[in-house]
């Protein structure tokens, strides 16, 4: 299934793409890491990134409980995962790049409401304080997690979301990119990213990710779990990924932050003790370029339009 940018007018469950005029639209897919779902890539980037193909074929970042009490990891969440079983963190990230990378094994396999928050006077990124939940009646202030936070997530709960993202493409070189994301965990962060490669097709080719339209790139959920946010990026986001291009984009991902922060222009604190999949990971990605490999798990609920609260369109 290649990403086919013709007038299709409607969205196609098959290509996951729009185009009319110069805005395009993208179906966002459920993931369970970088370019992961139920066991297998979501995409196959070699044909424009071969760099991008070999470094995300199959991180995951998330994985389903292992009750066993000598589990060394999460389990890979597959179809026939039971979807009532919870969310777990995993090694799985780190093990992919960094082989026999150390991470405190204590914190892997663990339901995502045991990872806690730094708090006032920490000292290093692993100091951590798990926090209690938003409290019914008055209390002793003390730090919390927001009322209505869903603290451990089931399989089936984290692939609910579903997401929409539109690029305006101008005569300029930039784009306008709108993201909508709903039926996603209530009250919680996320973060976009510009997944792609530089010189791609060329034998300088190299991989990047960086903040959609730059830092701060953050949204927050509100209580039925949806965000809309807005972008100015100073490229277009559907540049050909094509043989003299400086660059291109190759998929955009949607960042879960479990642990309710945020590391600035890097994802997670990877070189701080802090890897994806122990404290976030992707739950969702928009392929902008390469060839699908599947179907994606949800289609942008109605209204099929941006916002939360009533269509945005793009205002000509």
Not at 58 to 74: H, M, Q, S
Not at 104 to 123: E, T
Not at 207 to 228: K, M, R, W
Request: include cysteine.
């Amino acid at each position: 299934m290649k990403l086919n940018k013709i007038a299709l007018g409607v969205f196609s469950a098959i290509t996951a793409v729009s185009v009319q005029a110069q805005v395009t639209s993208f179906t966002g897919y459920a993931a369970h890491g970088v370019n992961f779902y139920n066991g297998s890539r979501i995409g196959d980037y070699s044909s424009v990134s071969p760099t991008i193909g070999q470094l995300f074929q199959t991180p995951r970042e998330v994985g389903f409980l292992d009750p066993n009490p000598d589990a060394i990891d999460a389990g890979i969440i597959t179809p026939e995962t039971d979807r009532s079983t919870l969310i777990a963190t995993t090694s799985g990230f780190l093990d992919f790049f960094n082989p026999g990378g150390a991470i405190d094994q204590s914190l892997v396999n663990q339901p995502l409401g045991n990872i806690g928050n730094n708090f006032f006077g920490f000292g290093s990124v692993d100091d951590r304080v798990v926090l209690p939940s938003f409290p019914e009646g008055p209390a002793e202030p003390e730090p919390t997690r927001r009322e209505g936070l869903v603290e451990n997530p089931t399989v089936g709960q984290w692939e609910q979301i579903n997401g929409l993202l539109t690029v305006k493409s101008k005569d300029d070189g930039t784009s306008v990119v709108r993201i909508t994301i709903r039926d996603a965990f209530p009250d919680a962060v996320y973060t976009f990213w510009d997944a792609g490669a530089y010189s791609p097709l060329s034998s300088e080719e190299s991989g990047y990710v960086i903040p959609l339209g730059g830092v701060p790139n953050v949204a927050v959920t509100n209580s039925e779990g949806c965000a809309f946010k807005e972008f100015e990026v100073p490229y277009d986001l559907v540049r050909a990924c094509e043989t003299g291009a400086s660059s291109c984009t190759s998929f955009v991902a949607g960042f879960y932050h479990w642990d309710g922060q945020l590391y600035g222009a890097s994802p997670a604190a990877t070189f701080a003790n802090a890897p994806t999949g122990v404290y976030a990971g992707v739950q969702m990605i928009w392929p902008i370029a390469g060839d699908l490999l599947q179907e994606p798990a949800r289609q942008f609920t109605k209204p099929r339009v941006h916002g939360c609260f009533g269509p945005k369109p793009f205002l000509e």
